[in-house]
């Protein structure tokens, strides 16, 4: 078993309740030095301990008890209060291991589902702009990489609302590597579009919000940077889409 499958159970073995395997794997990680498992004991140690000191010891007085008992004419049997002490702590702690578990696992699940909630949201404004792009009245569109091999797809301009690109057949970028798309003017400045990396399979969709002049705008490109991106392109275009003149 790994430490995260023995979360649970710190607790119990402190208390000396923890079933097998659970019991005898979390003393072989003990033994071995893990220091996951280490820090998880001394922390249930020192829950086992402030639980323990907040039941404060009780017993009703023997003077009250004989009372009692006389009044029912029983006799008086001496008996300890301490086991029945001892199970109730117990439960308690067993309980409070439980619920505290369950509160970490609903925790993790809120914190999952926040964040896919958050990717969705990305996800549907992305596709929410591309399509505004995409049925724009005064939208263009140029294609490239028709005559290669790879990449090739197509650059979907409009002047109010941007660029959009769509590509197959590009690569996933190397580790610390990403495209960097540019719009370049008639002139030769390229003024950069954003970041942006391919998908597993080789598909690409970035879209850079920005007016465009269409009558100054040349050509679209992409280059292959520095994942933290470039004032200028540094390396030879991928993707050049050379846009109509207006």
């Given at each position: 078993m790994n430490c995260s499958e023995l979360r649970d159970h710190y607790e119990l073995y402190v208390l000396g309740v923890a079933d097998e395997p659970e019991r005898?794997?979390?003393?072989?990680?003990?033994?071995?030095?893990?220091?996951v498992c280490t820090a998880e004991m001394k922390r249930a140690r020192e829950f086992a301990a402030l639980l323990?000191?907040?039941?404060?010891?009780?017993?009703?007085?023997p003077k009250l008890r004989r009372r009692i008992l006389a009044s029912v004419g029983a006799e008086e049997?001496?008996?300890?209060?301490?086991?029945?002490?001892?199970?109730?702590?117990?439960?308690?702690?067993?309980?409070?291991?439980?619920?505290?578990?369950?509160e970490r696992d609903f925790a993790q699940e809120a914190s999952i589902l926040r964040d896919q909630s958050r990717r969705q949201t990305i996800e549907l404004t992305r596709l929410s702009e591309a399509f505004a792009i995409l049925n724009g009245a005064e939208t263009t569109v140029t294609s490239f990489g028709e005559s290669q091999?790879?990449?090739?797809?197509?650059?979907?301009?409009?002047?109010?609302?941007?660029?959009?690109?769509?590509?197959?057949?590009?690569?996933?970028?190397?580790?610390?590597?990403?495209?960097?798309?540019?719009?370049?003017?008639?002139?030769?400045q390229a003024v950069r579009?954003?970041?942006?990396?391919?998908?597993?399979?080789?598909?690409?969709?970035?879209?850079?919000?920005?007016?465009?002049?269409?009558?100054?705008?040349?050509v679209v490109a992409v280059?292959?940077?520095?994942?933290?991106?470039?004032d200028q392109p540094t390396t030879t275009p991928l993707i050049v889409a050379s846009l109509a003149l207006q």
């Open positions: 005898s794997e979390i003393r072989t990680h003990l033994d071995r030095g893990c220091e323990g000191g907040t039941a404060m010891p009780a017993e009703p007085s049997r001496r008996f300890g209060w301490a086991p029945f002490l001892a199970a109730a702590t117990v439960l308690s702690l067993c309980a409070a291991v439980y619920f505290i578990g369950r091999p790879k990449p090739k797809g197509k650059v979907f301009c409009n002047p109010a609302l941007g660029v959009l690109l769509i590509a197959s057949n590009l690569p996933q970028a190397p580790a610390g590597k990403a495209y960097e798309m540019w719009v370049i003017s008639r002139s030769g579009a954003g970041m942006f990396q391919a998908e597993a399979d080789g598909t690409a969709l970035h879209i850079e919000r920005r007016t465009l002049d269409m009558k100054t705008t040349g280059t292959l940077e520095n994942e933290a991106g470039v």
